[in-house]
């Protein structure tokens, strides 16, 4: 009777770590290639547990209602397959799976301005979305993928047709069983109208943070005081946690001013910047009891030739960055 019980509140205490351990993810970006174990094993070596898939679709300009995806011409990475291969491998290696399908608007003009001009545009761009997210509402059932995020930064759209994504919520439900969320950018999470319906509240965490031109930490702490709270606040109001469905700081001057930019003309290689703004996250947010994870914005599929300290953009691939991810996704 003894060993039944010890064994009985060996397997709570287990229920209850993996309930309440949190998202330690990389945003897996999609690669021309088919993913391979070495491919992999950078993924699990900074001790990740999670990982974003993001199969993507097409959008000639914010006016177009027509989303064209999973074709021939597409990166396999992006597409239905491709997506299919990255999720199966990541699994062999124990990593949990967030299917995150995207929009790309034609010379990366921002996907929160999509906007139609006429009601038969609304809807032809309404059926479009519709079989764009359902194709892979399925893949995630098929795969048994443990988060399905049914959008990413799409305000102009959700402001516009709240029914719309009410029912599309709705019918995702009839395929996919797995938790949800939506994937909104940092100024917009406040006003989604859905959050109720869906298991998570996401954001793109690109809160403006310091001004300077290389924040210390202590700096950067102080920063986050005033979107902790706010966050917070959504978090109690929804009664939801939440995810940062992208977070991360480009290795460049300044990165904590506007977190979002992604400029070319931004060069000015700065990796002292990215860890101590990474550091203070991972210090001031992680700890929140309303904060379930995230995933680090991003990371590319050949981490042997990516990043480095050369590097201005987001990736912490092969960069001191990597070892502030390391050291705490490892402790958690």
């Known amino acids: ?184 950018n940092w100024d917009e999470y406040k006003r989604v109208p859905f959050w109720s319906e869906l298991d998570y509240i996401g954001v793109d965490a690109y809160f403006p943070i310091s001004d300077s031109q290389t924040p210390t930490v202590e700096e950067a702490k102080i920063g986050w005081q005033q979107w902790k709270d706010e966050l917070k606040g959504v978090s109690e109001r929804e009664k939801r946690k939440i995810i940062f469905a992208e977070y991360g700081y480009r290795s460049v001057d300044f990165a904590g001013k506007e977190p979002w930019r992604s400029d070319r003309d931004m060069t000015e290689v700065n990796l002292e910047a990215q860890s101590n703004l990474t550091q203070a996250l991972f210090s001031e947010i992680y700890p929140e009891d309303w904060y379930a994870g995230g995933f680090i914005w991003k990371w590319f599929i050949d981490h042997s030739k990516s990043g480095g300290n050369e590097n201005a953009q987001f990736t912490p691939q092969n960069k001191p960055v990597e070892v502030v991810i390391k050291t705490h996704y490892g402790e958690n």
Not at 30 to 42: K, L, M
Not at 138 to 166: H, M, S
């Open 1 to 184: 009777m003894k060993l039944l019980r010890l064994g009985l509140l060996l397997v709570l205490l287990q229920s209850c770590s993996a309930q309440n351990s949190k998202i330690d993810g990389v945003s897996f970006v999609a690669s021309p290639n088919a993913a391979e174990q070495r491919h992999v094993d950078p993924v699990v070596d900074v001790a990740a547990n999670y990982a974003a898939i993001m199969p993507f679709g097409f959008i000639r300009d914010i006016e177009t209602p027509q989303i064209v995806f999973d074709t021939d011409r597409q990166w396999f990475g992006e597409t239905k397959a491709g997506a299919g291969q990255y999720i199966d491998l990541l699994h062999t290696n124990n990593i949990s799976v967030m299917l995150k399908p995207q929009i790309w608007i034609w010379r990366g003009e921002f996907t929160g301005y999509l906007k139609m001009k006429t009601e038969e545009d609304w809807k032809q761009l309404e059926e479009s979305y519709t079989k764009f997210i359902i194709n892979y509402a399925e893949l995630a059932a098929e795969k048994r993928v443990d988060l399905f995020c049914i959008g990413t930064e799409l305000e102009q759209f959700i402001v516009n047709r709240p029914a719309y994504w009410l029912k599309l919520i709705s019918e995702i439900k009839k395929i996919y069983k797995g938790k949800l969320t939506y994937a909104a």
